[in-house]
């Protein structure tokens, strides 16, 4: 099982990014992807996960109206669209997946994916 994040740099406050997640390895299809983050010296936080079957998906309060995620089903990629970004958003990115996960609409704890990317850094600054 293989999860790639890609997209990730400097930018700007106020400014967008895209992050992408290419998942391939999974015997059956995934069943959901989170994204989560983590800052130096911080805990890591779950930002956003999307379901692969009906597209429900789960925002953090610190990212909602801000965020978007997305899924392309075809080409098993799970995209993070950050709008608006402060420079509190700075940390590594990471997505990860899991084949038995519906998106909660309350929480998102990593302890319950099994399979994770290697994280793209995210840097806000001027």
């Known amino acids: 099982v293989q999860l790639v994040e890609s997209g990730g740099g400097l930018v700007q406050p106020g400014g967008s990014l895209r992050l992408s997640c290419a998942v391939s390895?999974?015997?059956?299809?995934?069943?959901?992807i989170g994204w989560f983050r983590q800052a130096p010296g911080k805990e890591r936080e779950g930002l956003s996960c999307?379901?692969?079957?009906?597209?429900?998906?789960y925002y953090a309060d610190s990212v909602k109206g801000r965020f978007t995620i997305s899924r392309d089903n075809a080409k098993n990629t799970v995209y993070l669209q950050m709008n608006s970004l402060k420079p509190e958003d700075t940390a590594v990115y990471y997505c990860a997946g899991d084949v038995d996960y519906y998106c909660s609409d309350y929480d998102l704890d990593g302890r319950d994916f099994a399979s994770w990317g290697q994280g793209t850094q995210v840097t806000v600054s001027s």
């Open positions: 390895g999974f015997s059956f299809d995934y069943s959901a």
């Open positions: 999307i379901t692969r079957s009906d597209g429900h998906t």
